[in-house]
């Protein structure tokens, strides 16, 4: 009987390029980055994380999920986008995931952009210097694991 694969990754992330960006609007800007992070596939029509982010980043400051949830439903809204995805276990899940990608910050039961700072810092100093450079790292030592086995 073929066994079936329980291996689970300790670390994992979905990173795109896409062309440069220029002259999109809000919604389709934070909707290209968060099919650059990961945050949404190609091609899914399930976007409310789009909306999710694009809230966090227009408050500058604390919201509860409650809020969240009202200001998304109001972005969806005017953006005329259908009104799916948005009970609010839905929502305090996409904050979630964008709090695992450390843009996001949860304080007592408030979000907010973590330390209310800018996403590329956000980005790089969390995800390039510590998250990304654990996975690279470890890649290379398969890699070189690797070779040590298979050289002759």
């Not at 919604?27 to 399930?46: A, H, N, T, Y």
């Not at 809020?67 to 009104?83: D, F, H």
């Not at 996975?135 to 002759?152: G, H, M, N, Q, T």
């Amino acid at each position: 009987m073929a066994k079936i694969s329980t291996d689970s990754p300790l670390a994992e992330m979905t990173i795109r390029k896409y062309e440069t960006p220029s002259g999109l609007e809000k919604r389709e800007l934070v909707r290209k980055l968060c099919l650059s992070v990961g945050l949404l596939q190609p091609g899914d029509s399930r976007d409310v994380v789009v909306d999710v982010f694009q809230v966090m980043l227009e408050a500058k400051k604390e919201l509860t999920s409650k809020e969240v949830e009202e200001l998304t439903i109001a972005n969806r809204k005017k953006y005329k986008q259908p009104l799916l995805g948005i009970a609010p276990s839905n929502i305090r899940r996409q904050l979630l995931r964008i709090r695992d990608l450390f843009f996001v910050e949860k304080i007592a039961n408030n979000y907010r952009i973590k330390e209310n700072s800018k996403l590329l810092d956000l980005y790089e100093e969390n995800i390039e210097k510590y998250y990304l450079n654990s996975v690279l790292k470890r890649v290379k030592d398969y890699l070189k694991a690797v070779d040590k086995e298979f050289s002759s």
